[in-house]
């Protein structure tokens, strides 16, 4: 029930990461008074984390988070990368940690979440977080994961292992990404990217063999367990009607899939844009170069699979961990962007811009 009649009534359909965040901020937006809609036929949500690098704005996001870490790791059969940093580490946070923390937020500032039977007839404004859709045969990060307590002293708990990528690669490019929470305690989850997501007991079979080829361990208690599948690259609105906010209005990040932190950065820009303007929309808070290279990146990984393990070790060889950081979180100048084509391969990127473009022409990609 909308309470006052002069303020504009904007409603997001939704209740996860992008719409909490907003409503938990709609004190910033006095004019708007916000509803949420939570969905029909929407999944059960299941608790898992979200990986981001620190920055400045992200203190409460910080202060919320399990555990963060100075160190990660990128790791081959020929090599690895171990990247440091202290200003900005990595942190994982629980999506529940989040959302609770909005929810009460939101709670405070008398934002209702409603159910879709209530729909208000009467909004002014209607904005949409229900996920994007692929566009033909996308490409998908899927994985599974669980999270371990193992007997004796097993894992590394100083180092975050970002993509290992000592596994089975028959079913695309595939690695293990392993948060140490202490030397007993870890979440490790196979992660593939291809455009099949059907592997059944793969992902199992593989976190399995790691741990026993890698750390010798074989007896374990699992605590948690977590999946999920990410479309990459270019996407379309879930409702072309409805205007998006989140992943649906463009936060993902095409070639790695993180979308967390650039949520709060689109929610940061829509709130910034409409104290100026009095308009309100969430634009990608991707550039259009980043896009484009994340596309070339992705058009490589799809037709080059195997060239994929040796791709990321180079480009986390040739950064340091503040720029390898800054890179992950969008906050990339013309120096930056530089390091890393030129750490690409050059015979692969040539094939991959060629191939991108073909691919643009013929599918109408952006
Ligand atoms: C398991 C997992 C791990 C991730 N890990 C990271 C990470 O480490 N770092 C990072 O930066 N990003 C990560 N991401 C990506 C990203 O941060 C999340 O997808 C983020 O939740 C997107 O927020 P959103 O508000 O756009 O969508 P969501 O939070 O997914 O909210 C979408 C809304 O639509 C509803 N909905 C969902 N499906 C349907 C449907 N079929 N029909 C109707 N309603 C529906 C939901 O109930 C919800 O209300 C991860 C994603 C997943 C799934």
Redesign the pocket.
Known sequence: MWVDKLSIKTTII??????LTLAAMSDKLPNHLIQLV??????V?ID?????WGAKGLERQISLSRKKWNNWAIITESGQSIMSSEEHPYYAIHRNEWLNYCRSEAKRLSVDIIDNSDFPKDSDLVFD???PRTIGKAMLQHFYGIEVETKTPTFDSETAVLMDFRVDQSKGLHFIYLLPFSTTNALIESTIFSTDANVGEFYNQSINEYLDRIYSCTQFTIKHE???I?PMGSLKPHDPNIPGI???AG??RPGS?????F?QKQIDAAIELSRNTGDLYFRTPHRKIDLWMDGVLLTVLQNYPEEGPKLFLQMAKSLSGDQFAKFMSGEINWSLRLKVIFAMPKLLFIKGVTRHIFRKRNKGVP
């Open positions: 939704g209740d996860g990461c992008a719409a939570k969905p029909d036929n929407a999944p949500p898992h984390m979200w990986g981001f977080s229900r996920p977590e999946q999920g990410i989140g992943g649906n936060a993902i899939g993180y979308a967390f932190v949520i």
